[in-house]
């Protein structure tokens, strides 16, 4: 019998890029809570101080919903340098903005006048998983870059306009969709989470 992996995300920009990014998994069959919706789950409160502890106050929540289930979350964000690492943990809230262009213009209003040598910048993202039994496990990834001068591209999510991964001229979001997900955050420690499911079961 296969074992099921709930991926507990409202987020819909993650959820599509986890569905492509984990693809098939042996033995495990991949659910969102998007197909839980009779259930009604409140999100919990995110009130941790590091993607890793948001993470595990998700998927710990989430766990006690689906105990006989594998259960991962993610916590995810922008850190950029000359900003002391914000928005970081808030990515998703900062300033209580709402719209993804209102998070992208406040950025780069703080960032006016700074030179493309001060525009450094990473996306983190720490996945953590729960087992039937309890057991957890962390996993991360990172990718380096800069802020753009402007918001450019229509692809991905959030912030993705006004990132530049390292190597590249393109934002995030001007790249496709398998380009992004070839090299970003998520990828990374998306991959770690599915070794371990192949490997560690
Ligand atoms: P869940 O907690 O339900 O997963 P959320 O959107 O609240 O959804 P987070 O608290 O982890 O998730 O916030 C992550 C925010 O960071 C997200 O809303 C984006 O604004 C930003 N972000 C994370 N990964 C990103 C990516 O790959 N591209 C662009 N922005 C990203």
């Known amino acids: 019998m296969k074992n099921i992996l709930v991926f507990a995300t409202t987020n819909f920009g993650k959820e599509k890029e986890i569905r492509t990014i984990l693809g098939k998994i042996e033995n495990f069959e991949l659910k969102f809570l998007n197909q839980f919706n009779e259930m009604k789950i409140e999100p919990p409160a995110e009130e ?4 890793e502890e948001n993470s ?33 943990i808030y990515s998703a809230r900062i300033n209580s903005l709402k719209t993804d262009e209102e998070k992208v213009e406040l950025i780069l209003k ?19 998983l729960v087992n039937p039994f309890g057991e957890i496990e962390v996993f991360k990834g990172e990718i380096f870059g800069k802020i753009s001068f402007e918001a450019r ?19 995030f979001a001007e790249m496709s969709e398998e380009e992004k997900n070839s090299i ?12 371990h499911l192949i490997w560690k079961r």
């Open 48 to 51: 941790g101080s590091s993607f």
């Open 56 to 88: 595990l106050i998700k998927s710990r929540y989430y766990s006690k919903f689906f105990s006989e289930h594998f259960v991962a979350s993610e916590d995810s964000g922008l850190m950029v340098e000359f900003l002391n690492g914000a928005p970081g």
């Open 110 to 128: 703080m960032m006016n006048g700074v030179p493309i040598n001060k525009r450094d910048a990473k996306f983190v993202c720490v996945v953590s």
């Open 153 to 171: 591209g229509k692809n991905g999510f959030g912030y993705d306009p006004i990132f530049i991964p390292d190597g590249e001229f393109r934002t």
């Open 184 to 195: 970003s955050h998520r990828k990374k420690a998306l991959l770690k989470l599915k070794e």
